[in-house]
């Protein structure tokens, strides 16, 4: 079966960094477009990136860029949200999806439960 688990989140101050992980099984991360989502308090939900299928291809919200990396680790079925130069803007609870095509603009058909990551002082 489909499952995915997001780890990696924690308190943080401003300006440090963290790497989120994304570990999936019941299938090959390669194959298909994958996302971050994220949702701070009191809002709704957010695309910040993603990662084309077959391909190192990506793209961020403009919120992130130059902040955060998404990759994979295609030997380990694992994919990563490296995020930089942290701000409290961007605390949330962080959540990995799977989508049903290699292109970006599939829609998700499974999630994980996310991980929260908090940025304060």
């Known amino acids: 079966e489909v499952q995915i688990v997001e780890s990696g989140g924690g308190l943080v101050q401003p300006g440090g960094s963290l790497r989120l992980s994304c570990s999936a099984s019941?299938?090959?991360?390669?194959?298909?477009?994958m996302k971050w989502v994220r949702q701070a308090p009191g809002k709704g939900l957010e695309w910040i990136s993603s990662?084309?299928?077959?391909?190192?291809?990506?793209n961020y919200v403009d919120s992130v860029k130059g902040r955060f990396t998404i990759s994979r680790d295609n030997a380990r079925n694992i994919m990563y949200l490296e995020m930089n130069s942290l701000k409290p803007e961007d605390t949330a609870v962080y959540y990995c999806?799977?989508?049903?095509?290699?292109?970006?603009?599939?829609?998700?058909?499974?999630w994980g439960q996310g991980t929260r990551v908090t940025v304060s002082s």
């Open positions: 999806a799977k989508t049903g095509g290699v292109s970006t603009y599939e829609s998700c058909d499974y």
């Open positions: 019941g299938f090959t991360i390669s194959t298909y477009a």
């Open positions: 990662i084309y299928g077959g391909s190192t291809t990506a």
